[in-house]
């Protein structure tokens, strides 16, 4: 599972991306990938909205959100209801 954790190196905070799994029964960091300060990854957020190619979405709920985010999108609820009776 991927989660953000922050470092502070020299007294300055940055962020990373970090996944981490199950390796012999402990949990043990498989990779890590460096996303920036905190100012540099909301200034490539701001800048992202000038891109008409990238969108971002950030969801705070998780999967949850994600997958009711996927459903409004498609309109899974009336596809099911076309195809089932009530």
Known sequence: MVSLKKKKIKGHIY???????RIDGKPKQVWQK???????IVELKE??????????KSFQYGKTAALLSISDELNFIDIV???TNK
């Open 34 to 40: 460096y996303l920036g300060t905190a100012e540099k």
């Open 15 to 21: 962020w990373y991306a970090v996944e981490m799994a």
């Open 47 to 56: 800048q992202s909205k000038e891109l008409p190619h990238i969108k971002l």
């Open 81 to 83: 209801n076309k195809h």
